[in-house]
């Protein structure tokens, strides 16, 4: 009885000390992320600060050299920095990121119209979907539907899928392709979903769910990793070849493609309930976080199957992308993805990638990776990484009731 009695102290002690630990573990993240508010509200700021200056809106997208590199409406990350600004808003409720929100996304307007390249979707939703979010401007809507008009052109129906690259146009014009269709595109179909959410059209939503269920059927190899491209017959429909563009090699895994795939899947899950992307979802996430060659920080090399791994750059865009998505998951009840989504967040929000105030060309995560094949953009701060970060953070944060 005596040795019993000595048994439950001992177990209590452990107990509460495990606690202490956890609450110490909290306590010590909880500092992380406030810090890596303040950084943001700081770099961002400074970000602003300078393009307000101007007098004119610039669209900050990396740095080159040593400079801030400014976009043109028409790139297809043009929609971030202005979304960006709204999930400071959320995180600050500061009015006056809403002020730049606004004025930077509304700059953007004739971007509805753009018909020659996929990522209409990223660029009008990450900046006029955040807007709408947030002010309830209905006239928001009506440029969502018009983009989404625009991204329709695109849809190849003997293929089922929308084209993301014009195949004779730029470098790809050298590729032999007719009508590629890269993973990223899964990200563009939030845009086509909420066009018939505001229309009550039902087009959108079929053109997405086709693309969806093709991807799903030709971009996934059996062990749940994907190809960057998939080039389709769009006159008889099928598929031509299965390649590479930003990734190492055809049958490698593009680091960030297979977070698009993870965060697209769970979107389509979102709008349609269909079991079937929940359970993508879940294969992709298997494929991500078993993969030997994962870093214990969780934030991957560049490819999964880059040559000089440990030596390889890694890239924190695909870290916070599948970190967001991982909290979107969360929402559906895989409550067993929280604690990777965190040890995401918490490597991203720590010194290795969180910049300094003052450096990093003023944005917020260092060490990502645009394009080795095209050797560009390496070990570089992306406006996309710095998003996708502030948007998981907004998400990680409502979740558990702090903000
Ligand atoms: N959507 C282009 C990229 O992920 O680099």
Redesign the pocket.
Known sequence: MRKFTIFLSLAALLAACTGNDEKRQEAGNTDLFSEAIKTAEAQIGYQVKVIEESGKILNARTIENGHVQYISRQD??SGFFPGTMFYMYDLTKDPKWLDVGVKYTEDLDTIKHLKWHH?VG?MIDCSFGNALRVTNNDAYKEVIIEAANSLSTRFRPAAGVIQSWDEDRGWQAERGWMCPV?I?NM?NLELLFKATEFSGDSTYYNIAVSHANNTMKHHYRDDWSCYHVVDYDKEQGGVRSKQNA?GYAHESAWA??QA?GLYGFAVSYRYTGDERYLEMADNIYNFIFTHQNLPDDLVPYWDFNAPNIPNEPRDA?AAAIAASALYELVKFGKEEYRQTADQIMASLASDSYKALVGTNGNFLLRHSV??IPHDNEIDVPLN?ADYYFLEALTRKMRQEGTL
């Open positions: 297809w990350t990522d990223f890269i990223d990200m930003q960030r493609g698009w865009s645009g394009s996309y």
